[in-house]
């Protein structure tokens, strides 16, 4: 019995849910990495939080733009070698959240950034204005 009991406790420790901080992360990295520089801006649109309902044509403008920017961006640096998220500060309770990130370049440009990142309901978004 007491061997069951140890068993229980070592199967229900190894199902660890994933932190708060850990789950910023992957979501910076699935929208950044995964989606934004990929070029999948239609998906990459999903993890953006404008504050109002898009309709069509706002999305494909703001795909374009998207587009624009980081074909601008390849062809003045190159393309992009990594991303590297250098710090999170938190705020309100943890719900508001800056992420400063470095975009690396071909051409060993760096560019240091920071987006707002917002917990609306247990899924993180980015803020694109306040």
Not at 43 to 66: C, F, K, P, R, S
Not at 110 to 116: A, G, L, R
Request: net charge negative; charged share 30%; proline share 1%.
């Amino acid at each position: 019995m007491a061997l069951l009991t140890v068993l229980a406790l070592l199967v229900g420790c190894g199902a660890k849910q994933k932190s708060r901080d850990d789950l910023l992360k992957e979501f910076v990295e699935r929208a950044l990495m995964e989606r934004y520089l990929t070029n999948d801006y239609d998906l990459y649109l999903n993890d953006v939080d404008y504050g109002v309902e898009l309709d069509t044509v706002q999305q494909q403008m703001l795909v374009a733009i998207h587009k624009q920017f980081a074909d601008y961006q390849e062809k003045k640096h190159g393309p992009v070698v990594y991303v590297n998220m250098t710090d999170v500060v938190k705020e309100e309770g943890d719900s508001v959240c800056y992420v400063h990130y470095i975009v690396a370049y071909a051409d060993s440009t760096q560019e240091s950034t920071v987006m707002k990142v917002v917990d609306e309901g247990g899924e993180w978004k980015i803020k694109s204005r306040n």
